[in-house]
């Protein structure tokens, strides 16, 4: 079995910094890291990889210094791992990046063997579109199982793999085919520590860097800015909120009573338009 993971390495969001000038990010100085939902989707890999055999090749598509988050993708386990990396990739949007990881995707299978399942984090910390799992499953024209919380049966020689999948309506229970592409939910796992041997291979091992030409890309007018119809016109922080916490004095009643008095203080129609829902009923 093969399994393919995609990761990105991003920002650390608890130390982003917006300029007060241009409104753009500020990268520079920030450290990065693997995007918190795709650990979710490298540890059900390499669970399934630890029950049922085979390889996990982690791919990501960045500049350069994205190798180090590849590194700690083999600490944890992974047995391979791919860099796509040119500046032709540079300032791609979703549409961009699923048409530049499909192609790798493809030399991946060409190069390695045809993965089973390609896995991703739900979304990304940066984008948060949650765009670019299904964008991949489209251009490979694969079976997706989206915002999967836990995999459950898989049966290599029926070709078949079993998901729950958490909708707004409860969990749904799905069975599908391989080759498949899942997206996984956050809070689904834990990853791994690694063990020492892998910290060992990692630190010695080959990542294997593709151009766009050593991928395979045929057209580089859909990559990196020119392939990117999205525009960011602005990215801004949220403005600080003027109102302060207020201070409930509780006294003798109790801190729900006190709580629910203090919300019909504050707004006085609330309260008149519960009693009328309330006879409603």
């Known amino acids: ?22 409104n753009t990010i500020m990268r520079q100085g920030v450290p990065t890291i693997i995007n918190p939902y795709d650990l979710f989707a490298l540890e059900a890999a390499l669970e399934l990889r630890d029950k049922f055999g085979g390889e996990v090749t982690v791919l990501t598509m960045g500049p350069p210094s994205a190798e180090d988050s590849l590194r700690k993708a083999l600490t944890f386990g992974a047995d391979r791992a791919v860099l796509l990396t040119d500046r032709f990739f540079a300032g791609a949007d979703t549409l961009a990046t699923t048409y530049a990881l499909a192609t790798a995707i493809r030399k991946i299978g060409d190069t390695y063997g045809a993965p089973d399942i390609i896995f991703t984090g739900k979304q990304t910390i940066d984008g948060d579109t949650a765009q670019v799992g299904p964008g991949i499953a489209k251009r490979l024209d694969l079976l997706q199982l989206t915002y999967v919380a836990r995999i ?54 080959t990542i294997v860097k593709w151009s ?15 392939g990117s119809p999205t525009i960011v016109k602005k990215v801004f922080a949220p403005p600080p909120r003027a109102e302060k916490a207020a201070l409930i004095d509780f006294g003798s009643r109790s801190p729900a009573e006190a709580l629910i008095e203090d919300i019909f203080k504050r707004q006085p129609k609330l ?7 309330a006879r409603g009923f």
């Open 1 to 22: 079995m093969h399994i393919v993971v995609c990761i990105k390495q991003v920002p650390d969001s608890a130390q982003i910094r917006v300029h007060p000038v241009t």
């Open 152 to 205: 459950g049966a898989l049966d290599l020689d029926a070709r078949t793999i079993e998901a729950e999948r958490r909708s707004e309506g409860g969990v749904q229970i799905l069975r599908t085919r391989l080759p498949c592409l899942i997206t996984m939910l956050e809070a689904t796992n834990e990853i791994r520590r690694g063990a020492m041997k892998d910290a060992l291979r990692a630190a010695r091992a």
């Open 212 to 226: 766009a030409q050593d991928a395979g890309v045929e057209d580089i007018a859909k990559c990196g800015l020119r």
């Open 271 to 277: 309260e008149a338009e519960l009693v009328t829902l």
